[in-house]
């Protein structure tokens, strides 16, 4: 039993590893859909992420959670505003890529755990430890440092940080499952899509389905494939979850904006001078203190749940699960 149990939590571990690895080498794939536009490379994300999750779905026979959200108003409605917030999030980061700014949208996800924090106390009113605090004030200055390297604000960056921790808030609300929000998500933007690519092929703008300088087919088919490239990741993030303790995903979300950022500076090679380097860096050290913290106060909780008359658990225990396991 042990030793299933062992094996289990390593599985867990690769698709762990897997979902976020694959998430960090997106900015691989959204340069061979030129010479699509941004808009017109989201509206065949949202349409095809669609078709993909109800292939999943209609193999997995999972329909028997429909009829209850659909009973349930507010819920629908939450989703609805999720789906809007992450198609907000897709298309900054779409753009972003194929603008050249692959290192500030790896900021944006660095950035996020503490943006989700700072919701917290805002929307919910939880209570920061003193290192949590230290963790936010670190990361607002290097939000000013980097302003002043960039000669502006990040706002890639912020607006995919700000977007996300929205989005995650909303699903906490929702309490649906991965596959179930991805499919409400995808629905709910599916008219919208379907609308904005029939425009543009009436229009004659379309690069779907048309051959001409600089695509063919195979882009045709890669636009496709955009769907299931958006599915598989989430899959396996949702099996990894099931497998593996908050602590071990909570770490291993930083893989996807590690590899994100990597892509920038050696693959793609932007720029990036002293003062950017100095920014990055004390969203580093911001994250570091984040995660120690985390880190730390589990190690505690552990060992009360290991005492033989276990403490009653408290707000820190769980706000440090939370911490730990990311958006």
Partial sequence: ????????????????????????????????????????I????????????????LVQRRWSWIRPLLAQPRRLALSVAAA??????????IWGVNSGHVVETSLGYFINPLVTIAFGVLALRERLRSAQWAAVGIGAAAVVVLTVAYGRPP????????????????KKLVALGGLESFAVESAAMFPLAVSYLVYLGVQGKSTFGHTGAG???GHTGLLMLSGMVTAIPLLCFGAAAIRVPLTTLGLLQYLAPVFQFLLGVLVFHESMPPARWAGFALVWVALAVLTFDALRQLRRARERESLPVSAPATADDAQAKATAGGS
Avoid: C, D, H, K
């Fill in 42 to 57: 989201l509206a065949n994300r949202m349409t095809w992420s669609l078709v993909s999750v109800l292939l999943i779905l």
């Fill in 84 to 93: 809007a917030l992450i198609s907000v999030n897709w298309g900054v980061y």
């Fill in 215 to 217: 695509y063919g087919w």
């Fill in 155 to 170: 706002w890639i960056a912020l607006t995919l940080a700000l977007t996300f921790a929205t989005y995650g808030l909303l």
């Fill in 1 to 40: 039993m042990v030793e299933r149990s062992q094996q289990e939590a390593g599985r867990g571990f690769w698709l762990g590893f897997a979902a976020y690895g694959i998430w960090g080498v997106f900015p691989l794939f959204w340069p061979l859909l030129e010479p699509s536009g941004a808009t017109e």
